[in-house]
């Protein structure tokens, strides 16, 4: 008899509910907790329904559910609020009923006893007979107040945004300005393999060609001792020969670090 005793008394589902804070005031959270017996074996499928109007659900429901000595145990925990005149019933003292907590077992239905909430009041009556409302904190706002002057702030904004205009303006011609120095390093480059090679090639030819590549020699170097020399072959008074222009032209490659 003492083992069946367990099961009889789940066989049939109970529920019971109730509320953590006896008199919340309005905008207070409490909790409401529903707890329930079934059979173990209907603790999965068994279902509470616990409507908390016109109180208002403010948190997440948190369910829980437990098979001991084949008695199933459902606990349905709540947080809510009065956020609505609704909950009020518009008397102070006045208390609401919640709506009454049923489970469904295996075809079986239990309701829990009524449970009521008595709202308090934030305010007294005076207060809320009176023509003007009185706060807590000055109903006026008071003047504004600056960190920083506003025409100083325009000021540096407007600089601001020039710098940024000009920051933009030089980062996109950034590409043109090098590419436009690119050429002309390269151009530098180019007329001075040239004149290397028109020396080389004036070795093999007449004097006047030699005098020409070395004229063309003393304008494209940037070297100014180099230049003097490349000048004074062009046009000294000797006829310039081979090794004057093969040895300028070496001087030359050299200079540019063709030769390193």
Same mark, same amino acid.
């Given at each position: 008899?003492? !083992?069946?005793? @367990? $099961?009889?008394?789940?066989?049939? @589902?109970?529920?019971? %509910?109730?509320?953590?804070?006896?008199?919340?005031?309005?905008?207070?959270?409490?909790?409401?907790?529903?707890?329930?017996?079934?059979?173990?074996?209907?603790?999965?499928?068994?279902?509470?329904?616990?409507?908390?109007?016109? &109180?208002?659900?403010?948190?997440?429901?948190?369910?829980?559910? $437990?098979?001991?000595?084949?008695?199933?145990?459902?606990?349905? $925990?709540?947080?809510?609020?009065?956020?609505?005149?609704?909950?009020?019933?518009?008397?102070?003292?006045?208390?609401?009923?919640?709506?009454?907590?049923? +489970?469904? %077992? #295996?075809?079986?239905? /239990?309701?829990?006893?009524?449970?009521?909430?008595? +709202?308090?009041?934030?305010?007294?009556?005076?207060?809320?007979?009176?023509?003007?409302?009185?706060?807590?904190? @000055?109903?006026?706002?008071?003047?504004?107040?600056?960190?920083?002057?506003? $025409?100083?702030? /325009?000021?540096?904004?407007?600089?601001? =945004?020039?710098?940024?205009?000009? =920051?933009?303006?030089?980062?996109?011609?950034?590409? &043109?300005?090098?590419?436009?120095?690119? /050429?002309?390093?390269?151009?530098?480059?180019?007329?001075?393999?040239?004149?290397?090679?028109?020396?080389?090639?004036?070795?093999?030819?007449?004097?006047?060609?030699?005098?020409?590549?070395?004229?063309?020699?003393?304008?494209?170097?940037?070297?100014?001792? !180099?230049?003097?020399?490349?000048?004074?072959?062009?046009?000294?008074?000797?006829?310039? #020969? @081979?090794?004057?222009?093969?040895?300028?032209?070496?001087?030359?490659?050299?200079?540019?670090?063709?030769? %390193?």
């Amino acid at each position: 008899m003492l !083992l069946a005793a @367990p $099961s009889a008394l789940a066989a049939s @589902p109970q529920i019971e %509910a109730q509320v953590e804070t006896a008199n919340p005031r309005f905008g207070d959270t409490f909790g409401y907790v529903v707890t329930a017996t079934v059979d173990g074996s209907l603790v999965d499928s068994a279902r509470i329904v616990n409507d908390v109007a016109p &109180f208002t659900r403010v948190a997440s429901t948190v369910e829980r559910r $437990s098979v001991t000595d084949g008695v199933g145990h459902i606990t349905v $925990s709540e947080t809510i609020a009065c956020l609505a005149a609704a909950c009020l019933e518009g008397r102070r003292g006045v208390a609401v009923a919640l709506p009454r907590a049923r +489970v469904v %077992a #295996g075809g079986e239905v /239990a309701v829990a006893p009524r449970v009521e909430v008595a +709202v308090g009041s934030r305010v007294n009556a005076a207060a809320v007979k009176a023509s003007e409302p009185a706060f807590r904190r @000055p109903d006026g706002l008071p003047g504004a107040t600056y960190g920083v002057s506003p $025409s100083l702030a /325009a000021a540096l904004f407007a600089v601001l =945004g020039i710098g940024l205009l000009a =920051g933009g303006a030089i980062v996109l011609t950034a590409p &043109f300005r090098r590419e436009r120095s690119g /050429a002309r390093r390269a151009l530098r480059v180019d007329e001075r393999e040239r004149a290397v090679r028109l020396l080389r090639e004036s070795a093999t030819r007449n004097s006047e060609d030699r005098r020409r590549a070395a004229s063309l020699a003393s304008r494209v170097v940037r070297e100014p001792e !180099l230049a003097r020399s490349a000048a004074v072959i062009a046009w000294s008074r000797p006829e310039p #020969g @081979p090794p004057d222009a093969t040895t300028l032209a070496d001087r030359v490659e050299h200079a540019g670090g063709g030769g %390193a």
